[in-house]
């Protein structure tokens, strides 16, 4: 089952956006999978099928709620990080011990994208990602949602409007090398370089949850967001900026005294920053926590 649980944790972290709640998901579907009397399960033709409906199912209702726990949260609610562990460990670490380790780093797990899914509705979430990430058919969308295949379809097209909408394409390297300015200017408190690279309507939204310090709502303009950056730095000497993995993209990490405190996820166009995702709550950064 290692195999299918793997592609439930991915499945469950791509709707949720959070890995401990993908993980609980997960672990509540194989709960309720031995908890079927043996002759039931036997009927099932496809065990790793009824598994996806039944996550699918639980993080439809985790969705239904979270819109509510979220308005309590204190400050922004960003999507839980991930790394990229072959930067961080050892070769030959062994075994995956992380929920985290097991979710495939793709454009599908782009900061950007799980974003704009928060903005879509339940329904139009498991619809789009069950059927445009992991291609599965709109008929057995439909047994998930309890609607039609017809209505699924038109579900997934109005999430891949919103998607298409929010998303500039941009290649890797040339993100990657924007980020690498970012660094350096912010490791040298240039404020006049980071304007430069910041687009004038950026915006910059910091997730502390209440718990680390952050700004609580979202700073907008490059010519804000530079100096507050700077600030930051100015308030934390001993600050290390390494580039980082996040989610599959380039972005940042910031670390003081060993410890991760910040991970920061960009979105690059035209060769400037259009967002800047921080998110410093360190429940968010436990998978994190083993960076060396």
Known sequence: MTREQRRLINVAYRLLGSVTEAEDAVQDAYARWYALPRDRREEIRSPGAWLTTVTSRICLDLLGSARARRERYVGAW?????????????PGRGALADPADRIVLDESVDMALLVVLESMTPAERVAFVLHDVFRYPFAEIAGVLGRTPAACKQLAASARRRVGTARAPV???RRADVVRQVREAWQSKDIAALVRLLDPAAVMTADGGGVAGAAPRPVAGGARIAPYLVAIADRAPG???LERSVNGAPGLVARRDGLVQTVA??????????RIWAVRNPLKLRPWGRAG
């Open 78 to 90: 960003l999507p839980e990080p991930l790394p990229d562990r072959a930067e961080w460990d050892p």
């Open 171 to 173: 290649t890797a390297a």
């Open 265 to 274: 996820s960009f979105d690059v166009a035209d060769g400037r920053v259009t």
């Open 239 to 241: 600050l290390e900026l």
